[in-house]
T-cell receptor, first 109, second 112 residues
């Protein structure tokens, strides 16, 4: 059973607009959440993380929000750039890491 | 639904020993990827296989080798283990043309 879910397999956004990628999880014991970015033919690279004791973490154009009561995680990219086009994975840490299946973001110039 | 299965979940080995990690992809997925994530580090891509052939190679040490078998499962063989090999090793599988990866839960290797 998938403990981390990314229900949108793809997302298209105009350059300059906000991209919002969503992630839901089932286990309230997860204590650490991460977003990874992956370009074709490359391994995933770490993007941003958040501890369960926080509800927001910001790094430049990237902000991750955590809503523990809703067991929901989101990644905001503002402003979106064509180079942001990639697959984004969220992951949650319990006794091990659980990954979502990814959302393919396309930023349209 | 079936997921990516990795075994064992946890493994403790001594220095200079060997270890074999296994990955069983989602049925009909033809590509398997191996990653290593050390404590506090980003996952590092090791190697990938497509249709039982090595398709891409990352930062995999020469002491490691891997292969994909006819049933598409893959094994990562690690020899002359070092303390620095202690990490979470996870694999992912995908179907050609689909960028979404499904990751396994990982094997936590501890070298003592």
């Amino acid at each position: 059973d998938q403990q981390v879910k990314q229900n949108s397999p793809s997302l298209s956004v105009q350059e300059g607009r906000i991209s919002i990628l969503n992630c839901d999880y089932t286990n309230s014991m997860f204590d650490y959440f991460l977003w990874y970015k992956k370009y074709p033919a490359e391994g995933p690279t770490f993007l941003i993380s958040i501890s369960s004791i926080k509800d927001k973490n910001e790094d430049g154009r990237f902000t991750v929000f955590l809503n523990k009561s809703a067991k929901h995680l989101s990644l905001h990219i503002v402003p979106s750039q064509p180079g942001d086009s990639a697959v984004y994975f969220c992951a949650a840490r319990g006794n091990q890491f659980y990954f979502g299946t990814g959302t393919s973001l396309t930023v349209i110039p | 639904a079936a997921g990516v299965i990795q075994s064992p979940r946890h493994l403790i080995k001594e220095k200079r020993e060997t270890a074999t990690l296994k990955c069983y992809p989602i049925p009909r997925h033809d590509t398997v990827y191996w990653y290593q994530q050390g404590p506090g580090q980003d996952p590092q891509f090791l190697i990938s296989f497509y249709e039982k052939m090595q398709s891409d190679k990352g930062s995999i040490p020469d002491r490691f080798s891997a292969q994909q078998f006819s049933d598409y499962h893959s094994e990562l063989n690690m020899s002359s283990l070092e303390l620095g090999d202690s990490a979470l090793y996870f694999c992912a599988s995908s179907l050609t043309g689909d960028m979404r990866y499904t990751f396994g839960s990982g094997t936590r290797l501890t070298v003592v």
